[in-house]
């Protein structure tokens, strides 16, 4: 079945670093990809989306490309803050599906030092 | 504003005691969710329902009951059959059925799980 694997975590870096954080794909489809965000006793929240090969989901200085070809959605920015401390969840929807089968990564822990 | 409300946030459970999550929502979503998350682990989806008064199994049902009486309502109630229900529990909802694969989903704010 349809599958997401993300980096081990706990991340740590220091203000201002560059993050990236890996996240590949095992779909029999043509899925949507996703990051969200969960901070401290929250729940989720969506941070970027694409929904076909090659389109790059951006927000909050957060970017990540469909790539179709080594079937991976790894997650980008270039300086990060404080306040992107939180876990993040890489996520497939199996066009065929719909958004009831969401499939989740197992999550990376962010923690930014000042 | 509207929302996802989810309560209790801290829940304790006796063995052998059912005890049942609440999620309101009041967003007008037709679709909502729920899932559990362990540490360390990703959403695993229990059950979901698409509109009123029907839903479906998601990928570990089995110890947990739900119903679907009212459109902002979609409670939650883990059962004595589910022997390791510590968990956290989310609840979250769409603005479509679901049929479409990029939509949004909406989150609460949990309700942590634990047996006494």
């Known amino acids: 079945g349809d599958s997401v694997t993300q980096m081990e975590g706990p991340v740590t870096l220091s203000e201002e670093a560059f993050l990236t954080i890996n996240c590949t794909y095992t779909?029999?489809?043509?899925?949507?990809l996703f990051w969200y965000v969960q901070y401290p006793g929250e729940g989720l929240q969506l941070l970027l989306k694409a929904t076909k090969a090659d389109d790059k989901g951006s927000n909050k200085g957060f970017e990540a490309t469909y790539r179709k070809e080594t079937t991976s959605f790894h997650l980008e920015k270039g300086s990060v803050q404080v306040s992107d401390s939180a876990v993040y969840f890489c996520a497939l929807s199996d066009r065929a599906q719909g958004a009831q089968k969401l499939v989740f990564g197992q999550g990376t822990r962010l923690t930014i030092n000042p | 504003d509207g929302g996802i409300t989810q309560s209790p946030k801290y829940l304790f459970r006796k063995e052998g005691q059912n005890v049942t999550l609440s999620c309101e929502q009041n967003l007008n979503h037709d679709a909502m969710y729920w899932y559990r998350q362990d540490p360390g682990q990703g959403l695993r989806l229990i059950y979901y329902?698409?509109?009123?008064?029907?839903?479906q199994k998601g990928d570990i049902a089995e110890g947990y009951s739900v119903s679907r009486e009212k459109k902002e309502s979609f409670p939650l109630t883990v059962t004595s059959a589910q022997k390791n229900p510590t968990a956290f529990y989310l609840c979250a909802s769409s603005i479509g059925t679901g049929g479409r694969s990029n939509e949004k989903l909406f989150f609460g704010s949990g309700t942590q799980l634990s047996v006494l």
């Open positions: 779909a029999t489809g043509y899925p949507s």
């Open positions: 329902s698409q509109i009123v008064n029907d839903f």
